[in-house]
């Protein structure tokens, strides 16, 4: 299958929804979601542009940035999972131990509870990537030089990294959420390249794009073990906590990598982008013609002059069939 290459540089990225993808350009973002139905509902709403000050500032605005698109991602993200499931014949039932929680606690202890599980989650998060390498490489190589431990330290991060999407990738339902991250990359790829926005010429092309996520998250890991290096092995407790203090500025660091990746096409671009490229062939999965489809409506919302904080139901081409109410 041939691959067209980008012939410009653009600042327009998303993310893969579950049965949908966002898409973020200047001044509107755009979602494209498949309903259990088939129909496909789409909205369009303004965000804040890149004029404000922190964006001219190098490490900050790949900080306040990172935060940012977190909160933008998880609220699409919720968004899909309450639209995917529209138009379903028959509404799912929950299950036996949903059923009885709610009935045990009510909603507000269901809000805590769910509260709760992301706090637990953050915790084991921590302990997996930042003081559990920490522990095995201090007792291991209690004996090695710092710089050597801090890449050890490192390798095993990176490990635990691939170890967890390789795993997750093999769930049904993340595979088509990791389609869908490949029509993303594809449509975007489309644009750059100069080609009509059609699904025959968007599967033609790549899948794996230097401002992904993935890659981002990579780099993030390379830069902690550079810093790494310079944090004493001392108390372990006290060496995570530098590390933590450290994460915004490695943030930062990396992001400045990813915003020049993305913009320039040389050696060393193709070093830095080389690491996450791959990763991205686990993250990403070929689409099939209806996911491109809906990558591309994504696209179209930001490209194109569609009514602000609307939704409408669309057909394939991104033609308005009818308005919905704006779900909140």
């Known amino acids: 299958m041939s691959e067209k290459k980008a012939c410009k540089f653009t600042s327009i990225g998303g993310s893969a929804l579950i049965e949908g993808v966002m898409m973020r ?9 498949r309903r259990a139905d088939g ?10 542009d890149n004029a404000a000050w922190y964006n001219k500032v190098p490490i900050l605005r790949g900080v306040i940035g990172f935060v940012q698109s977190m909160t933008l991602s998880y609220r699409c993200l919720m968004y899909s999972a309450d639209v995917s499931l529209e138009g379903l014949e028959e509404p799912e039932e929950p299950s036996k131990l949903d059923q009885f929680l709610e009935k045990l606690m009510g ?4 809000a805590i509870l769910g509260t709760i599980s992301m706090i637990l989650g953050v915790a084991l998060s921590l302990f997996l990537f930042i003081y559990l390498p920490a522990l095995i490489t201090g007792g291991l190589l209690s004996f090695a030089p710092s710089w050597v431990k801090a890449i050890i330290e490192g390798l095993m991060k990176i490990g635990i990294f691939l170890g967890y999407i390789s795993l997750v990738s093999l769930m049904p339902d993340m595979r088509r959420v990791f389609q869908y991250h490949g029509g993303e990359h594809k449509s975007i790829f489309c644009y750059e ?5 059609t699904a025959e010429n968007a599967l033609k092309c790549r899948r794996f794009h230097p401002r992904c996520g993935t890659s981002f998250i990579f780099l993030t890991l390379l830069v902690s073990i550079v810093v790494a290096m310079f944090i004493p092995w001392g108390s372990r407790l006290v060496r995570t906590l530098l590390k933590l ?6 943030m930062g660091v990396a992001y400045e990598f990813i915003r020049y990746a993305g913009r320039h096409d040389n050696w060393l671009t193709r070093i830095l982008s080389a690491p996450g490229l791959w990763i991205q062939r686990i993250t990403t999965r070929e689409p099939d013609e209806k996911q491109i489809t809906i990558a591309l409506i994504a696209l179209k919302g930001v490209l194109e002059d569609y009514p602000l904080e609307k939704e409408w139901i669309v057909d394939e081409e991104g033609k308005i069939l009818e308005e919905k109410e704006p779900q909140e």
């Open 25 to 33: 350009g200047k001044g509107r973002l755009a979602l494209a979601v």
């Open 107 to 110: 909603k507000t202890g269901m």
């Open 245 to 250: 203090l450290c994460v915004p500025a490695i």
């Open 39 to 48: 129909r496909i509902q789409m909205k369009v709403e303004p965000i804040s």
């Open 193 to 197: 390249a100069g080609e009509a926005l």
